[in-house]
C-alpha cells in the first residue's frame, strides 16, 4: 500500500476535539447547520484500485454511522480526490448530515465557479454519502427516502461486442443466456483497427488502459456508416423481434451522418441510438430529429440540469442518461428526471464499469422510485472490485433490484481496498487516418 492508497488524509476529529467544535462554530455563524442532534465528525477520501480506480468518500458522523459516496472520474481520478480532500472535507465538519439539500446548496451555489464534471462529481459523492447515512439512521433503504418504490426490479442492459458480426452474433448469444433482456451492440469496422467500445480479444470491457499516455486509434466515419446499418439489420434478424438492442456511437457523428445514420437504423427498432452527436452543440438535435423516429438517447457526460434542459424542453431526445455521481447525486438527479417527465423523457442512468458499486446501488434505489424509468445500465465489476465492495444489489434474468438494506446497501472492506493501490490509467483516444483528433 502506498499512501496514496487509502484514505489519503483523514480530515476529521473526534467529537469534542477542538477542530469539531470550531467547525460547529463555523456552521452556527452561517445559521444554517444546527437543527438535528448528529453531526459530521470526520471526512475521508479513499482511492483504490481493484481491477480499475475509484475514489470514494467516507463521512462518519458523532452517533458513529458512516456513509459511503463514489467520486470516480474516470482517467481524471485524483482531481476529485484532491477536490474532495481539499476544499470540501474540512467545511463539511460539524455540519447536520440530515441536512442534505442544504449542504448541497452550500457547495453548489457556495463554490461560484459552478458544475463542471469535478465539481458535481465531488457534490454528488457528499450527496450519496449523506443519503446513506440518512438510511442508515431511519433503518431505510433510500428508495424509502425519497417517496417509495414504484417498482421492485428495473430492466437492465449490458454491452455485447465483436471484431465482426460473426464474433458479435456470438456475444449476443452469450448475453442472452445470461438472462439479459436488453443489449448493447457495437461491432468493429472493416478497414479498421481496435476501437472504443469494442472489446478486444474477448477481454472485458475496460476503456482505461495502462502506460504513459493513451493508446491511439484510427476512426473513419464513413466506413462506420457503411457498415453499421447492416451489421446491426443481421443482429436484429438473428435475435427476432422482442430483445430490445441498444446502439452507442459515441460522440462521433456530425449532426448530419447522424441524422443519416438514425434513420437507416429505423428497421432495426432499436430501443435508443445513444449520443448520435456531441452534445455541446445541443441543436444539432433538432436537425437528427427532424429526419428520424429512432429514440434517442444522451446525458451520461451532463452534469446539472442545465445541460438537460433544452434537449428535453424541445423533446429531441428520449432517454436521458445522467447518473448519481455524474450528476451531484440522487438530490439533483431527482430535479432531472422530474423536469425530464415533463417531456416524457424517461431515464438510463450510465452504468459502466468506472462507477463504482457505490453508484450502482444509489442508482438502482433511484431507479425504484422514479416514474418515469426507462433502462439501467449495467455491466459487470471484477469479482476483486465486488469484494471490496460487498452490496445489497442484485441482478436475475436481465432485471436488477437494490436490495433493502439501510441507506444505499453497498459498503467498502477498507483493508481490502488498502491492498489495491492508486494505478494510472488513461482513456484511449482517436485520431481520424489524416491524423486529425477526433471524437473518442
Ligand atoms: C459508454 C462508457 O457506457 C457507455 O455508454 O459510453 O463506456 C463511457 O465511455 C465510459 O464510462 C467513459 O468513462
Ligand atoms: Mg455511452
Known sequence: MTDRAVTDRAVGA????????????????????????????????????????????????????????????????????????????????????????????????GVYWRR?????????????ALWDIKGKAAGMPVSQLIGGAVRDRVLCYTHATGADTAALLDAVDATRARGFQAIRVQTGVPGLGAIYGVARDGAGYEPAGRGVGPVEETWDTDAYLRHVPGALAEVRAHVGPELALL????????????????????????????????????????????????PLAVGEIFNTIWDCKDLIQEQLIDFIRTTVVGAGGVTHLRRIADFAAVGQVRTGCHGATDLSPVTMGAALHFDTWVPNFGIQEYMRHTPETDAVFPHAYSFSQGLMQPGDAPGHGVDIDETLAAKYPYDPRQLPVARLEDGTMWNW
Open 247 to 294: 446502439h452507442d456511437a459515441h460522440h462521433r457523428l456530425t449532426p448530419n451522418q447522424a441524422a443519416r445514420l438514425a434513420k437507416a437504423l429505423e428497421p432495426v427498432e432499436l430501443f435508443w441510438l445513444e449520443d448520435v452527436t456531441p452534445a455541446e452543440n445541443q441543436e444539432a438535435f433538432r436537425l437528427v430529429r427532424q429526419h428520424t423516429v429512432t
Open 116 to 128: 463542471g464534471a469535478v465539481t458535481m462529481a465531488a457534490i454528488g459523492a457528499v450527496d450519496l
Open 14 to 109: 473526534r467529537p469534542g476535539s477542538d477542530r469539531a467544535g470550531s467547525a460547529r462554530a463555523g456552521s452556527a455563524r452561517a445559521g444554517s447547520a444546527r437543527a438535528g442532534s448528529d453531526r459530521i465528525v470526520a471526512a475521508e477520501v479513499l482511492v483504490t484500485s481493484p481491477g480499475r480506480n475509484f475514489v470514494a468518500l467516507k463521512i462518519v458522523t458523532a452517533d458513529g454511522l458512516v456513509g459511503w459516496g463514489d467520486a470516480t472520474l474516470n482517467g481524471r481520478e485524483l482531481a476529485v480526490a484532491e477536490y474532495l480532500r481539499e476544499h470540501v472535507c474540512p467545511i463539511l465538519l460539524g455540519r447536520d448530515p440530515a441536512r442534505i439539500e442544504d449542504t448541497w446548496q452550500y457547495l453548489y451555489r
